[in-house]
């Protein structure tokens, strides 16, 4: 199945501050087929690996020169992340 055939793409990811080499690596393989898949359903989920807790991303993204960082912008806005807690 496609991500365009699966309308729902699910990333599973170690940590938040991993989402931007995440979100390099698509952009980098699939940014085209990513955009498509968001244009058409506007649900992207990615999960915490560790807390299985799911980010739902449901802004609009603009496909433009800048498109990798508006994605980027558009995670850290992502509804309910979780931040590590720095232990001393």
């Known amino acids: 199945m496609s991500l ?4 729902l793409i699910c990333l599973t990811i170690d940590d938040l501050w991993d989402y931007y080499f995440v979100i390099n690596v698509i952009l980098k ?12 359903s506007k ?6 690996k560790k807390t299985k807790r799911i980010i ?3 802004q609009n993204i603009k496909k433009s020169n800048d498109h990798q960082l508006e ?13 590590p807690k720095n232990n001393k």
């Open 4 to 7: 365009l055939e699966s309308k």
């Open 29 to 40: 393989l699939t940014f085209n087929r990513l955009f498509l898949d968001l244009k058409r």
């Open 43 to 48: 649900r992207v989920f990615l999960t915490h």
């Open 56 to 58: 739902e991303i449901t």
């Open 71 to 83: 994605l980027f912008k558009t995670v850290l806005k992502a509804k309910n992340p979780t931040i």
